[in-house]
Each structure stands twice: as C-alpha cells, then as structure tokens.
C-alpha cells in the first residue's frame, strides 16, 4: 500500500513536471526580445487583436546581454531588437534570417538615410525600430555655450564633466574628436583617443552610465555625453540644460529589427515586424520612448512642440558627420578591453 | 542609568530610519511629477495610471505572483512529506541528508541558477522542451522545498513520540496518522515554510532569469530590464502598492492575534471565575 500511493504520488510529480513544458506550440505566437521601457505597450494588444498573433514579450538591459542569452540556447526567440553592432555582430556569426521583404510593405516608409547602414549594408537582415543621437548635455549657465567635444577636454570645466562608463562609447568621442572614424581599427589612432581619454581622467568627475540623469539634474556636475531622446527627460527637470550635436560629429544609433536563424514564427514575426513600422505604431512608440522614428512620415505628423522636434528630429548637416558603430573586429575589441581596464585601474 | 536609555532611544530611532528612509524616498517618489530621482516638481497620480495600463509590468507581476504560489504551496506539499520521511529515517542517514538540504539555501543564487539552466537545457534538447514556464516553476519549487523542510524539522522534534501509536491505536491507518494526527500538529511549521517559500520565489532574480526562457518574465526581470533608460517611476508605484499590500496584511493578522489572545485571557478569567 505505502509503495503504490509513493509511486503513484512519484508519477503525478513527474507528469507535471512535463505537461508543464510541452504544449503550447498549436497557437500562433511570436516571441519577441527588446529592450526594457522600449515600447508603447498597448500596441501589443493592438497587434493581437488584428492579427490574432499572440506576443510572447522579453526585455533584456544590454546588448551583450541578449547576445549571451541568445547563445547560452534553450530559448527560441522570433525577433529581436539589438543595437547597430550588435546587429552586424549577429549577421557575421550566421544568427540572422534574411528578411522576406514582401511581408514587410511598410519598409518603403523607412527613411532612406537608415537604410543599407554600414552595419547590414545591403538592408537584408533587419528593419530600423528607433534611432537617435548622442551629444554634449550641458548646463549653459556653468560651462558656457557648447558646440565642440573639446568641451569634455577642457580643464576649465575640470570637475564638471561626466563621461560614458563603457569602453566603445568613450573611445567614440576621443577618436571623433581627433577626426577619426569610431569604427577605426588603426592601432595608431586608437593610441592617440587612449592617450586623450587618460588626460581627460583626472578632469572627470566620474564615469557613468544611467547615473548622469540625477547629476546633471540636481547640477552636481555640469557637462557629459547621453543620448537626445533622454536630454528630453533631463530638460524637463532642469530647464538650464542644453543639447547639442558637436561639430565635429558624433555616434548615431540604430535599434533595428531581426528575425533569428530557424525562427519558428518567421510568417508571425515579419508581421510583427511591418506593424511596428507603420506610421501610428512608430509615432506611438517614439512618443512613449521619445527617442526618433524611423518612418519618415512619423516626423511630419507627430503632435510635440518645436523644440522638441529640433532635437529629436535634428536636420541634415548635423547628421551627415554622424556615424553608426560596426561591429569590431575581435583583435581590436581585446585593444578596447585592455585599454579600458588600465585607464579605470 | 538615564543617559543610556536615551542612548538606547536615540539608537532604536536610527536604526528604524535606516530601515525606512529608503522606502519613505520611493513611495514619495512615486507620486513625483517627473521622471526625476532627485528633484521634487509636483505631485502626480500619472505613474500609478500608467502602471495600470503598462500591460508588460501587469503580465509580469502576475507571472510572479502565479509562480510564487504555485511554487510555495507544492513545496509546502513536498517539503512536509520530505520532512516526515527525514524525521522517521535512521540517525546515521537523516543527519547527512539534512546537511544536503541545507546546501542549496547556503549556495550561491547563480550556480543554482546556471546549473538549473544547464540542466533544463540539456535535457530538453533530448526530450524535446524549451525553457518556459514549466522550467521556471520546478526551478522556483526545487529552491522553495528547503526552507519549508527547515521549517517543519523543529515541529516534528516538538511531537510527542507516541502519537503515531497512539493514532494507530485507534484505527488510523498510516495516511490517516499523517493526515488527521501529524499534519495538525505540525501546521504552524509548514504555514511558516509556505510563507518563507512564498516570499523567497517573489524576491527571486537570478535562477528565474537563467530558467524562464523565451516567453515569460517576471517582475523582477522586468525591473532589472529597465536600468539602460533608468528605472521608470510606474516601479516606484507598484512597490509602493506591493508595500501597502502587505502592510495592511501584517495589521490584519495582528489585530486578529491580539484579538484572539484577549479573547483567551477573558476566557480565562471566566473559567477562574466559574471554579471559584
């Protein structure tokens, strides 16, 4: 008797432990990956209740960190929404499905300049979902005006300065501001922005990340790079503050959209992928996000203020000096991450 | 004498300023006009509307709250049986088997939660299964099972030794003692287990992010998500709410406990009364 109810009870445990992880598979779904805070969320059930799909919807915080989760395996993601770098990360190591661009009709509202980008060249692996800009976030009343990344150099404001806590955007400015490309692999250049930033430490206030929102805010420190669509944020609680792209030009940023390699839901994510292309459901989310659209209606009709049009929609000529990151190769990533531990140690 | 009782004041007092300062600074940031952490611009109702109609941080919450009861009532189950086996075992086995109960609560959150992962993957490349919510709840129950095994040891040493005989005696069979002599007995134990079991599944971060797969999340993945644009004030609701919640349950069962011991107290006295 004692036997039979524990072997029974060992069965019932067993036969939960699988029904629990099987199934589900009949219905139409989609798993998508994004970033956290990175939608509109009622665009979701929008997309359900027109096209019946159900969303399965992750965050993750970092690009290093979906790309880990990616590899570790066990998951089976439809889309996901890296960085530029990543995406042409993922392209070289095989990760991507090419897009079927005949279910994506709203990729004609894609606004030229983002599309064929250096880091998916010939436009076949990815969507752009948001993009924008970083530059100099400044409080005019202690540092002056702005227009140059030498501000960031300069001992006056020594103190005042804040600068990106990560190696890849740090070395950016330095090379930008020496007049080279960001995406450099010329160890002689990357020498001369290694040496900028180490004179530039002891100026610093400190490295940060999501931390600049609070210092600059408060004006405990005056002066540091971000991106625009959160100068917008930071503008809301100190007014003194201003943004601007620097002369010398800066990093554009696009978050673009991908199908994974052997997705099951390829059909469901290319029409996950159209919907958030069209015009309303990106100026939805570029309203919620407040970083830039992509559909070159969405800056025609979305309803803000002059102001904050100018700095999330800014014009040509800022732009043209702008580069987007690729993704390095492994020899110079190692130069970035030995660098980064002696100018932090 | 006088002068260290106001020590003692001064220190009781700063120590619950340590304890709530923190959680005084969110819930009022919670009702703070922008989105700022340190600057004060008006008071607002704007993040709790908005975290009602952020349907991610509602899926997410409910994935954790359907979890964390799921998995702490099946490890009160579990766990209690476990217990009861330990209790009947021989010295020279139970004493080892404890110690390895106690190595998963001692263990470092990661290497549960990566080996957990290993092994869900692994596996489910032979069975054919993918990380999901079926794998984040038998992770969230195998985690749960010591501390209601921790809890209901000290219950069962408490029991007197013949009350299993003496519900055998009188026509139990063996289930019947567990369940209408031992189980009763032992309630407070596995109540206080369930609740341990039940808040260490809400709190969990690490092993839900290794075994949760692609399709769901929990709360505290949700939150963690959210640090590359800072953390949004609808998180400084929610925890305001989760904070209210369980404030005004702790009031609840202590105003019943009081009640119910004044209630004995008077009982008491009119048994007294009634004898005398």
């Known amino acids: 008797m004692k036997k039979t109810v524990s072997i029974v009870i060992c069965a019932i445990?067993?036969?939960?432990?699988?029904?629990?992880?099987?199934?589900?598979?009949?219905?139409?779904?989609?798993?998508?990956?994004?970033?956290?805070?990175?939608?509109?969320?009622?665009?979701?059930?929008?997309f359900e209740n027109e096209t019946g799909i159900k969303v399965n919807y992750k965050t993750y915080e970092s690009n290093e960190q979906m790309y880990s989760v990616l590899k570790q395996g066990g998951v089976s993601y439809d889309v996901v929404i890296p960085s530029d770098y990543m995406v042409s990360?993922?392209?070289?190591?095989?990760?991507?499905?090419?897009?079927?661009?005949?279910?994506?009709?709203?990729?004609?509202?894609?606004?030229d300049s983002l599309k064929n980008m250096a880091y998916d060249a010939e436009n076949k692996y990815s969507v752009p979902y948001m993009w924008g800009t970083v530059g100099i976030i400044y409080d005019s009343t202690v540092v002056g005006e702005v227009d140059s990344w030498s501000a960031l150099f300069d001992e006056k404001n020594s103190g005042n300065i804040l600068m990106f806590d990560n190696s890849r955007d740090a070395m950016a400015i330095a090379l930008k501001y020496l007049g080279y490309s960001m995406n450099t692999t010329d160890e002689n250049e990357l020498n001369k922005a290694y040496e900028l930033l180490e004179k530039q430490k002891p100026i610093l206030q400190g490295y940060v990340m999501d931390q600049i929102f609070d210092k600059l805010e408060s004006g405990e420190a005056a002066i540091g790079p971000y991106y625009a669509g959160d100068y917008l944020t930071m503008h809301e609680a100190n007014p003194?503050?201003?943004?601007?792209?620097?002369?010398?030009?800066?990093?554009?940023?696009?978050?673009?959209?991908?199908?994974?390699?052997?997705?099951?839901?390829?059909?469901?994510?290319e029409a996950f992928i159209n919907f958030m292309s069209g015009t309303q459901q990106s100026m939805a989310n570029s309203e919620i996000i407040g970083y830039t659209s992509p559909n070159k209606e969405v800056g025609d009709v979305i309803d803000i203020d002059d102001f904050?049009?100018?700095?999330?929609?800014?014009?040509?000529?800022?732009?043209?000096?702008?580069?987007?990151?690729?993704n390095l190769p492994q020899e110079t990533l190692n130069y970035y991450d030995k660098m980064w531990v002696e100018l932090k140690s | 004498m006088k002068k260290n009782?106001?020590?003692?004041?001064?220190?009781?007092?700063?120590?619950?300023?340590?304890?709530?300062?923190?959680?005084?600074?969110?819930?009022?940031?919670?009702?703070?006009?922008t989105k700022s952490r340190t600057i004060w611009s008006g008071f607002t109702l704007n993040w709790y509307k908005e975290l009602f109609n952020d349907s991610l941080i509602m899926s997410s919450l409910q994935t954790t709250i359907?979890?964390?009861?799921?998995?702490?009532?099946?490890?009160?189950?579990?766990?209690?049986?476990?217990?009861?086996g330990f209790f009947n075992m021989?010295?020279?086995?139970?004493?080892?088997?404890?110690?390895?109960?106690?190595?998963?609560?001692?263990?470092?959150?990661?290497?549960?939660?990566?080996?957990?992962?290993?092994?869900?993957?692994?596996?489910?490349?032979?069975?054919?299964?993918?990380?999901?919510?079926?794998?984040?709840?038998?992770?969230?129950?195998?985690?749960?099972?010591?501390?209601?095994?921790?809890?209901v040891m000290p219950k069962l040493y408490q029991l007197d030794r013949n009350l299993f005989e003496a519900a055998q005696d009188l026509g139990c069979t063996w289930f019947q003692t567990i369940y209408k002599a031992i189980i009763p007995e032992i309630m407070p134990g596995i109540i206080n287990g369930l609740l341990i079991a039940f808040t260490m599944s809400v709190d969990d971060f690490v092993i839900s992010y290794f075994t949760a797969g692609s399709s769901v999340q929990t709360l505290s993945m949700t939150i963690y998500a959210m640090t590359r644009r800072r953390i949004s004030p609808k998180i400084n609701a929610i925890s305001t709410l989760l904070f209210a919640v369980v404030l005004i349950l702790l009031v609840i069962v202590n105003v019943r406990e009081s009640r119910q011991y004044k209630a004995e107290i008077k009982k008491d006295k009119v048994l007294k009364g009634v004898l005398e």
């Not at chain 1, 036969?15 to 979701?44: H, P, Q, R």
């Not at chain 1, 990360?89 to 606004?111: G, K, Q, T, V, W």
């Not at chain 2, 263990?107 to 999901?132: C, Q």
Request: hydrophobic share 50%.
């Open chain 1, 13 to 46: 445990m067993l036969a939960c432990l699988f029904s629990g992880c099987g199934g589900g598979k009949a219905a139409k779904v989609v798993n998508v990956y994004n970033w956290g805070e990175y939608i509109d969320t009622d665009l979701l059930e929008q």
């Open chain 2, 90 to 151: 021989k010295k020279n086995w139970r004493s080892p088997l404890l110690l390895v109960n106690n190595i998963p609560v001692v263990n470092a959150d990661i290497i549960t939660g990566v080996s957990l992962s290993l092994l869900f993957v692994s596996v489910g490349a032979m069975l054919h299964f993918e990380l999901g919510f079926g794998t984040l709840l038998i992770a969230h129950i195998s985690f749960d099972i010591p501390y209601v095994i921790l809890s």
């Open chain 1, 240 to 269: 003194n503050l201003k943004f601007c792209i620097p002369k010398e030009g800066s990093n554009v940023f696009v978050d673009a959209m991908c199908v994974l390699k052997n997705a099951e839901n390829k059909d469901n994510a």
């Open chain 1, 308 to 326: 904050t049009k100018g700095i999330m929609y800014p014009d040509g000529a800022a732009l043209a000096k702008c580069e987007a990151y690729i």
């Open chain 1, 89 to 111: 990360r993922l392209i070289n190591e095989d990760m991507l499905e090419p897009l079927n661009f005949a279910n994506i009709p709203n990729y004609s509202l894609i606004e």
């Open chain 2, 66 to 84: 359907t979890v964390s009861v799921i998995a702490s009532v099946a490890a009160a189950v579990i766990g209690t049986f476990a217990a009861i």
């Open chain 2, 5 to 33: 009782y106001v020590g003692g004041k001064i220190f009781a007092a700063l120590t619950y300023v340590f304890l709530y300062a923190p959680i005084v600074v969110l819930i009022v940031f919670s009702f703070n006009s």
